[in-house]
C-alpha cells in the first residue's frame, strides 16, 4: 500500500495504463471464464476443485450454497453436473472474485436462480439448503496454514444445511477436520483421496432434535 498528494500533472499516463492492462479481466482456461490477477488460482482451476468437481454425485438436488465461490467454477460445474439443482447463494470475501462469478456465471442465470453474497462465511450463511461445496480457504494470504478457517466452515456448513443436507467439500490431505465433522455430521464418507487431497462428503441427520422443557 501506498499513498502520496494527487498531483495529475506528474502521472507517468503510460506506465498508469499498462499497469492498469495487467488488471484487466481477460479469458482463463481456454475460454470459459474471465478472471484477472489476484483471486485464488486466477489463471487455471486449482487441482484440488477439480477433483472436488470430478466427483459430485449427480444426484444432489435442491437449494445449494458455495462457501468461498471465487470466480465461480464449482457453481457451474455443480449447475452442468447436477439437474436438480433449483437456486445458489455464492458466499465469498473477495469482491473482486464475486463479481468475475456474476459474468461466469451469466449462462445459468436463466435456469436456476444465482445469489451473489459479499460475506465472511465465519459469521454464518444467512439462509438454510440442502446442498453446500467448497473448498475451504486453508492459509492466509501470508501462505500461513490456518486449517482453523476450514473448520469452521464446516461447522458453519452444519448449522446451516436442512435435515438430511449434504456437505460436499475437498481439503488437503493432512487438514485435521475429521473431528469437527462428525460433530456436525451424521455420516462422513472420504469419497476419494487422490494427489495429496481428500473428497468429503458429509450427511446431516434427517431428523431435527429439539430441547423439550421439563
Ligand atoms: C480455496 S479457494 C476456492 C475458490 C473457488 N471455490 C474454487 O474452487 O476455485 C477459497 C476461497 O474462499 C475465499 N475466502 C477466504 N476466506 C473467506 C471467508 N472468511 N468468507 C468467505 N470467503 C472466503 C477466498 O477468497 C477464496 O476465493
Not at 451473489?116 to 446442498?131: C, E, F, M, Q, S
Amino acid at each position: 500500500m501506498f499513498w502520496s498528494k494527487s498531483q495529475p500533472q506528474a502521472i507517468d499516463q503510460t506506465l498508469l495504463k499498462s499497469w492498469l492492462e495487467l488488471d484487466k479481466e481477460r479469458s482463463v482456461v481456454n475460454g470459459r471464464f474471465i478472471s484477472r490477477p489476484g483471486v485464488f488460482a486466477w489463471d487455471r482451476i486449482d487441482v484440488a476443485s477439480a477433483l472436488l468437481a470430478k466427483h459430485f454425485a449427480t444426484h444432489l438436488s435442491g437449494t445449494a450454497a458455495d462457501l468461498g465461490a471465487g470466480f465461480g467454477y464449482l457453481t457451474a460445474e455443480l449447475l452442468q453436473h447436477c439437474s436438480g439443482i433449483t437456486s445458489v447463494d455464492l458466499y465469498e470475501a473477495e469482491h473482486r472474485a464475486l463479481q468475475l462469478a456474476q459474468k461466469n456465471l451469466l449462462s445459468h442465470a436463466s435456469r436456476v436462480p444465482l445469489h451473489y453474497h459479499w460475506h465472511d462465511v465465519t459469521n454464518g450463511l444467512l439462509a438454510k439448503y440442502d446442498v453446500i461445496i467448497s473448498n475451504p480457504p486453508f492459509h492466509t494470504q501470508s501462505r500461513m496454514d490456518r486449517p482453523d478457517i476450514g473448520r469452521r466452515f464446516i461447522t458453519v456448513a452444519a448449522q446451516s444445511l436442512n435435515p438430511g443436507g449434504q456437505l460436499w467439500i475437498v481439503a488437503n490431505r493432512h487438514l485435521p477436520y475429521e473431528e469437527v465433522l462428525v460433530e456436525g455430521f451424521e455420516s462422513v464418507k472420504i469419497i476419494v483421496e487422490q494427489q495429496g487431497f481428500k473428497v468429503i462428503a458429509a450427511t446431516k441427520s434427517k431428523v431435527t432434535l429439539r430441547k423439550v422443557r421439563k
